[in-house]
């Protein structure tokens, strides 16, 4: 599969959606489901053709060669993003951390098989999928957490608490230990020094486990696409990224991180 038509299923997904949260769910929510409201009317605008992570993430995935991916997402928000990847991954297990409630308006598209305590459980066509209600500052919930999920992902996307604290509790309690040998590892929107700065330190620490693991900074388009601005995105993974992006002419600004 080529990278536009990665884009052209994405953007079929995304209107199959007319509306991605109700305003008295958003309105309920302690932090709005992580939707600014300032950007909030901007949610369910259509996208065009210019890059989004979800395009990036997901084309970089048909080149993992993995069969029958794990996905986790930590930061679901209003499942935009997550929602996207349910449909476009086939025969996958999809995980889902948020410290919301599952936003019912993208739950009703999924099928519920169970719930019990902080997990509920769906089915989307061939892909089963868990939503885990946790905290990504408490260690119990990310170690319970670690524990339902089992064996190693292939796919991580951190998107909950934009601070440097946030992604370093995902990555000590978490996703230090949970990366499997053909991995994506994304993290969205690095907009301080703080967060950018816990990143190298993840890059390296990765880096010294896995010599032939490659990171790096990227400009993409988030989840309101060409309504927002860009977000500088980081991004460690076994693919050999420069190849990949120069061979597929993947129109990404990208910056390499060497010599860790």
């Known amino acids: 599969m080529n990278f536009q038509s990665v884009q052209k299923k994405n953007r079929d997904t995304l209107r199959t959606v007319s509306s991605f949260i109700d305003e008295k769910d958003y309105q309920s929510s302690p932090d709005n489901y992580g939707l600014p409201q300032h950007v909030s009317h901007l ?65 009703k598209k999924f099928e519920l098989t169970s719930e019990e305590g902080q997990i509920s459980q769906y089915t989307c066509g061939k892909n089963k999928i868990s939503y885990f209600k946790g ?3 408490s260690r119990e919930d990310l170690e319970n957490f670690k524990n339902y999920v089992g064996s190693k992902v292939n796919i991580i996307f951190s998107d909950a608490h934009h ?10 309690n ?8 053909e991995f994506i590892l994304y993290y969205d929107d690095l907009e301080n020094d703080s967060m950018r700065h816990i990143f190298l330190e993840i890059c390296e620490d990765i880096k010294k486990k896995r010599p032939n693991a490659t990171s790096a900074f990227v400009k993409a388009n988030g989840w309101l696409g060409q309504h927002e601005h860009t977000h500088l995105n980081g991004i460690i993974t076994s693919l050999d990224l420069e190849s990949i992006i120069r061979k597929n002419r993947i129109p990404v600004p990208i910056s390499f991180i060497r010599n860790m």
């Open 163 to 172: 601070t440097g604290r946030g992604i370093a509790s995902e990555y000590a």
């Open 174 to 181: 978490y996703i230090n230990d949970a990366l499997a040998d």
């Open 43 to 107: 949610i369910d605008l259509p996208l065009n053709n210019d890059l989004t992570y979800v395009d990036l993430v997901m084309f970089l995935q048909t080149q993992l060669g993995v069969s029958n991916p794990k996905y986790v997402e930590i930061g679901v928000s209003v499942l935009k993003t997550f929602y996207q990847v349910a449909h476009f991954l086939d025969n996958a297990e999809l995980y889902a951390f948020d410290i919301n409630n599952i936003n019912p308006t993208i739950a």
């Open 135 to 137: 905290d990504v500052f």
